[in-house]
């Protein structure tokens, strides 16, 4: 049955998730990668499986192999509809990726403007977190983005949050030291008013 429940939720099949969950599959199991049917299901944005899930008592901080957990995957994919599951399952908004980083800094990095939206709206996410590299999420939206609509918007929508706008990096450069090197002169004014 774990095996069928780790199949399904892969291509998820909701009903078929629920059928193994009722035959005693463990919510729990875990594949080759140590990935549970959780993370699996939110790696592939398989909602209405993720939700069977959860109400099965998924654990949304389970960690991979990688240091990957279902709640950590919805920055990296931006799925509004998966964050918004996982929610009611409680979410450790702290546990962190193998870079050090919380959910908050792939998605300002991949330019995913409606997850940085409603996880700033709708939990208590630490917006000037700092990962292993020395960068907040501001840091990776200026760093890694590419000074377009999206990073701009996400950059504004940080800002708004309370993100510390002069906050470094390891290196002592702050993000207005890093839009003006790239040229984005766009972020760079963003940044420039909220000294």
């Given amino acids: ?17 629920r059928a193994a969950l009722t035959a ?3 919510p729990e199991t875990r594949d080759a990668h140590h990935r549970t049917p959780l993370l699996i299901a939110a790696l592939h944005d398989h909602v209405a499986a993720a939700e069977a899930l959860v109400e099965a008592g998924a654990d949304p901080n389970a960690q991979d192999d990688r240091d990957d957990t279902a709640w950590l995957v919805t920055g990296v994919t931006g799925s509004v509809a998966m964050m918004r599951t996982l929610l009611p399952a409680g979410p450790d908004l702290k546990v962190t990726n193998r870079f050090g980083g919380i959910s908050l800094i792939p998605a300002s990095e991949r330019g ?8 700033l709206r709708e939990t208590d996410i630490d ?13 990776e939206a200026v760093i890694l983005g590419d000074g377009g609509r999206p990073h701009q918007e996400i ?26 090197r790239r040229g984005f002169a766009e972020i760079a004014g963003l940044l420039r008013a909220v000294r």
């Fill in 155 to 180: 950059v504004e929508l940080l800002i708004t949050a309370g993100a510390t706008p002069d906050l470094p990096d390891g290196d002592g450069l702050t993000p207005l030291d890093h839009a003006e």
């Fill in 24 to 26: 005693g599959a463990d």
């Fill in 127 to 139: 917006v000037d977190h700092v990962n292993r590299l020395g960068w907040t999420a501001l840091l």
């Fill in 112 to 119: 995913h403007v409606d997850y940085v939206r409603a996880v």
């Fill in 1 to 17: 049955m774990n095996r069928t429940l780790l199949e399904a939720s892969r291509t998820g099949d909701a009903e078929a998730v």
